[in-house]
């Protein structure tokens, strides 16, 4: 089911605003949802982000919310030895079903992973954002406006990290978007 705008919004992010400046989750991390994203990013169902895809411009397309000219999506990147283990950006083969029909172009060479990191599930918030800490790096020029893209959104600390590397290079304005959001 969508996420209404007010549950996009945690009490942690009051006390410590996030670097990005908008956020849409357009599922809760539960059934059929969380299964349909761990079969795609654990079973090498790739097949699964077209579903997930058309889901996902569905609920953000109900929305009716026009966005900012000149935007891209940005897949969250994978460090090159987890992208050779998976074979697989689980987040770019969702861009790649979501950008067209929205007519975006998919950036990926905008950020890298420069190191690796260990897997995020398990770990609890502070584990979450010092394991991700100075984990990107961005490159190039960057457009105006930036879209993350991630499968889901926990404690958001994979996302911070992003855009505020991507703020520190000159991004004016960084939003993110998740497929599914947990309520951690």
């Not at 889901?55 to 460090?79: D, Y």
Request: proline letters at 10%.
């Amino acid at each position: 089911m969508p996420l209404p705008p007010a549950q996009m919004v945690c009490g942690e992010c009051l006390h410590d605003p996030p670097p990005f400046d908008a956020s849409y989750a357009a599922f809760h991390y539960q059934p059929p949802i969380d299964r349909l994203i761990i079969q795609l990013k654990h079973h090498d169902r790739l097949a699964y982000a077209r579903v997930l895809g058309q889901l996902f411009i569905q609920a953000r397309q109900a929305l009716q919310e026009p966005l900012p000219p000149k935007s891209c999506i940005l897949p969250v990147p994978l460090h090159r030895s987890r992208l050779r283990e998976r074979g697989f950006n689980q987040s770019m083969e969702l861009a790649r079903m979501i950008a067209p029909p929205l007519h975006l172009p998919v950036c990926p060479a905008l950020a890298q992973r420069q190191r690796a990191t260990q897997f995020q599930q398990g770990l609890k918030q502070q584990q979450r954002r010092l394991n991700v800490r100075n984990a990107f790096a961005a490159s190039g020029t960057l457009p105006a406006h930036i879209i993350i893209l991630d499968d889901v959104m926990t404690t958001g600390s994979t996302l911070r990290e992003l855009a505020s590397t991507l703020k520190k290079a000159g991004a004016h304005q960084v939003e993110t978007w998740c497929i599914a959001r947990t309520s951690h």
